[in-house]
């Protein structure tokens, strides 16, 4: 991410890339110098945001200096009017996340939300809302369809579904009507059974006239109704981290409890002639460590901070104090180490496996030597060869 002004010095033709969260690319030319612009250095804070990158061919004269300056980012991240009704149900003072095991489709969601207020705006169930494709987010107001009054969700890709201020009958009703028809859910899963086996984190919630803060358990939202939504965004992403890592940690429970079960029975059933199904068996429990590895340490970027919150100081301290809160490094790190003892373990089991199949080869090899030579000395001797054969064959396979 370029943090301006830069200057480059250069005689050949320079590539440069603005990232998400450029609001404009401002290029000034040194003085005596002349420098060629392509028209693909006219961008617009729409066109970085809709592509992630732009590229700008940039030609400098010989000698001609080129400052490049990210321009101020927006003042805040999203901005929605809450929808306030004194006839309504007030927000009830609490924050959940819920991790469910599935993905949601947020295009079709969003789109849904705008046909839903094309129709009939006075009643509908969402008021204002913002969707980020590219931050794989969705931020809804609630509207005056709905019993409560200025409460917020915001959807994830992932499943992650953030609510504040909602009884926990509307976080249900809303994930029914909004989210669950653009599901995609486990074979033969139905919805109540996903939102039994969900992964809920939850906290207080409470408005002050400062900063936005937590302590002591409770979140503390400042009123100015500008920036509480951008707020409540990086803290969304944060509760949401805290509910994923709690259904990896159940499902990484569930999995090394299996390992080592299986790898109990499996010591308990070591035979000569078993030795290379069971090294299938510990190949196939060290792939599937593999993949809670991966699915843990990469896939979810559960310490990242958020593109979105890049060029955002505030949000950004909001997004990683709350992290701290739910001690999410420290459980990863937990979590590691427990994949990695099971891994040495497994790595131990697989070794001896090998070493007892490369003793039965070693054995199976002097054996047959032996019985050659046996044979040929029978073949001297006048003893029937086969019988032989037979005894020694069962002597070596253990048979009686």
Excluded at 148 to 156: E, L, N, R, S
Excluded at 232 to 254: G, V, Y
Excluded at 306 to 319: A, N
Aim: charged content about 25%; overall charge positive.
């Amino acid at each position: 991410m370029w943090r301006g002004p830069h200057l480059i010095n250069s005689l050949h033709p320079t590539r440069i890339f603005a990232r998400r969260g450029f609001s404009a690319l401002r290029l000034a030319k040194g003085k005596g110098g002349k420098i060629e612009i392509t028209p693909a250095a006219v961008v617009s804070a729409s066109a970085a945001a809709r592509k992630g990158k732009v590229g700008v061919t940039v030609r400098p004269s010989p000698g001609t200096p080129l400052y490049v300056m990210k321009a101020r980012p927006e003042a805040t991240i999203v901005e929605l009017k809450p929808h306030v009704d004194a006839n309504l149900m007030p927000p009830d003072p609490h924050v959940r996340a819920h991790s469910l095991a599935c993905t949601i489709d947020l295009r079709r969601v969003a789109a849904s939300i705008r046909e839903q207020r094309r129709r009939d705006s006075d009643n509908a169930f969402w008021g204002d809302f913002v969707f980020r494709e590219l931050e794989h987010f969705l931020m809804a107001e609630t509207g005056p369809g709905f019993s409560q009054q200025a409460c917020t969700a915001v959807f994830f890709k992932s499943g992650c579904v953030v609510f504040w201020g909602m009884t926990e009958d509307n976080e249900y009703r809303c994930v029914a009507t909004t989210a669950a028809p653009f599901m995609r859910m486990p074979v033969a899963a139905t919805l109540d059974e996903l939102w039994a086996a969900r992964e809920t984190e939850t906290m207080d919630v409470t408005d002050t006239e400062g900063d936005s803060h937590i302590e002591n358990d409770v979140i503390y939202l400042r009123t100015h109704d500008r920036t509480r939504p951008s707020d409540k965004l990086s803290m969304s992403f944060a509760m949401m981290t805290a509910a994923r890592l709690s259904a990896l940690e159940n499902k990484i429970e569930r999995v090394l409890a299996f390992e080592k079960r299986s790898a109990d029975r499996m010591k308990k059933l070591i035979r000569p002639w078993r030795v290379s199904a069971l090294g299938e068996g510990v190949f196939d429990s060290l792939i599937n460590l593999h993949n809670l590895r991966y699915e843990l340490n990469i896939e979810q970027g559960l310490t990242d901070v958020p593109d979105v919150m890049w060029d955002y100081e505030g949000q950004t301290r909001l997004f990683e104090k709350l992290q701290r809160h739910h001690d999410i490094k420290q459980r990863l790190d937990l979590l590691n180490a427990r994949l990695d003892w099971t891994f040495h373990f497994l790595g131990t089991f697989s070794e001896h496996l090998q070493r007892l199949h490369s003793a039965n080869l070693e054995k199976i090899i002097i054996g047959l030597i032996a019985l050659e030579l046996l044979i040929g000395i029978s073949d001297f001797v006048g003893f029937h060869p086969a019988l032989l054969k037979t005894y020694i064959l069962d002597k070596l396979t253990g048979h009686r």
